[in-house]
């Protein structure tokens, strides 16, 4: 059985830039969340997907955007990049509100 | 007060002693507790998930729960060096969204 597949695996990004993160998650597994995790933060979550609709949202920016699709890969979105935004940014599937999640390998992003 | 905290650490301990880790959570609402390892350069890794108030046992693991003190706790018995790593709680809250604690590093001593 496939795990979460997260694309790319790195990211070199220029501030002020725009990056997309790829998330496909394992099958028949409906929920997607993403998180951000930083040496000094820890895990921060970002947002939460179930049926295309974005069920929870985290303490972030409005630049910071996700969505899902009918197949429920997801996307996240970060617009006009900040050197903070560097990070490991995760995305972790699960089935419905069941056990718990399954991480991908995660996308390091780098903001220059 | 932060929705999840954990013994800020590091810990360590010997090889072949049990590790006791700790967590507490601020949501009374919380349904479903998680603990997960992360070594370094990896992602988290789920090991154990716990629901109901008491012990659960899974190999050299074992979870407890307390939801009237709002702790969870996970035993490492036999510790080994492979062991070592970052142990992440995991808390579901009343929104249903999973929010981790900031992490016990745990080193095993040979």
């Known amino acids: 059985k496939a795990g979460v597949t997260q694309t790319p695996r790195y990211l070199i990004k220029t501030r002020g830039q725009q990056v997309t993160l790829s998330c496909s998650p394992i099958?028949?597994?409906?929920?997607v969340s993403w998180y951000q995790q930083t040496p000094g933060q820890g895990l921060q979550f970002l947002f939460e997907?179930?049926?295309?609709?974005?069920?929870n949202k985290g303490n972030f920016p409005g630049r910071f955007s996700g969505r899902q699709f009918s197949n429920s890969r997801s996307e996240m979105n970060v617009s006009t990049l900040e050197l903070g935004d560097s990070a490991l940014y995760l995305c972790?599937?699960?089935?419905?509100?069941?056990?718990?999640?399954?991480f991908g390998s995660g996308t390091r992003l780098t903001v220059v | 007060q932060k929705e999840v905290e954990q013994n800020s650490g590091p810990l360590s301990v010997p090889e072949g002693a049990i590790a006791s880790l700790n967590c507490t959570y601020s949501?009374?609402?919380?349904?479903?507790f998680f603990w997960y390892r992360q070594y370094s350069g990896k992602s988290p890794e789920l090991i154990m998930f716990?629901?109901?108030?008491g012990d659960k046992e899974d190999g050299r693991f074992t979870a407890q729960l307390n939801k009237a003190s709002q702790y969870v706790s996970l035993l490492i018995r036999d510790s080994q060096p492979s062991d070592s790593a970052t142990y992440l709680c995991?808390?579901?809250?009343?929104?249903?969204?999973?929010?981790f604690g900031s992490g016990t590093q745990l080193t095993v001593l040979p």
């Open positions: 972790a599937s699960s089935l419905e509100d069941a056990g718990g999640y399954t």
């Open positions: 099958s028949g597994h409906r929920s």
């Open positions: 997907y179930f049926s295309e609709t974005q069920r």
């Open positions: 949501d009374r609402g919380s349904q479903s």
């Open positions: 716990i629901y109901s108030n």
């Open positions: 995991a808390v579901r809250g009343s929104a249903r969204q999973l929010t």
